[in-house]
């Protein structure tokens, strides 16, 4: 069997790529922004604080949750979600080393 496109890059390109593509809508964005604000696990509030529709939200938490940049419990009929706090050290890691590596670019030699 052939390789696939993903295995053509490295594991850290792959983790970055899919990383992007959870923070790749403004929702997504704002929901994330929310939670680190909040700093605690929420349900119902993205409904009023962002006002989108109950299951435009579920489907970005779906991509969050995906990517792990989430983790949910489910109480009763319904899930509370929150920041997960391994994972975003994870991405902070991933997203700093990318971003550091413009210090070793000599800005007199750029096109």
């Not at 696939?4 to 403004?26: R, S, V, W, Y």
């Not at 349900?43 to 489907?59: F, M, P, W």
């Amino acid at each position: 069997m052939g390789i696939t496109k993903t295995d053509l890059f490295t594991k850290e390109q792959n983790q970055l790529a899919t990383l992007a593509k959870a923070f790749a809508h403004p929702a997504r964005v704002a929901i994330i922004q929310y939670l680190l604000e909040s700093n605690k696990c929420i349900n119902n509030d993205l409904v009023n604080e962002l006002g989108l529709a109950q299951s435009t939200i579920s489907q970005h938490l779906k991509e969050l949750k995906n990517a792990d940049l989430i983790q949910g419990n489910i109480e009763g009929v319904s899930m509370s979600y929150c920041i997960n706090p391994k994972k975003w050290e994870s991405v902070q890691k991933l997203f700093n080393g990318m971003f550091d590596r413009l210090a070793d670019c000599d800005p007199g030699n750029c096109c």
